[in-house]
């Protein structure tokens, strides 16, 4: 492989380590006993791992700021429904 296509493919490689350890770190804290914790650091590891593909593998990187925009707020509607979800479920 020449020294442009390693550069050109160098960031995805170094993003499928990251989802790979990353994918490590969920399989390792579901062993884990951590109570409440558990979910929520499920819900992080899902988030950093979803931005990441979201970044570099769908090219969101080089969209518009209108289209990251829209992305956004459909990303705010989740999390707030998310958080209404266990917000009711707790205090049941």
Sequence with gaps: ???KKAALF???ILVWFALL???GV???VAG???GNLSVLTAILVATVKSSLVL???MHL???SIVFKAMLGLAIFTIAAIMLLTFVD???R
């Design 1 to 3: 492989m020449s020294s």
């Design 10 to 12: 160098g960031p995805y």
């Design 21 to 23: 350890m990353l994918t």
């Design 26 to 28: 969920t399989v390792a």
């Design 32 to 34: 884990m006993r951590l």
């Design 55 to 57: 970044h570099y593998f």
């Design 61 to 63: 990187k080089d969209e």
């Design 89 to 91: 479920f707790s205090f």
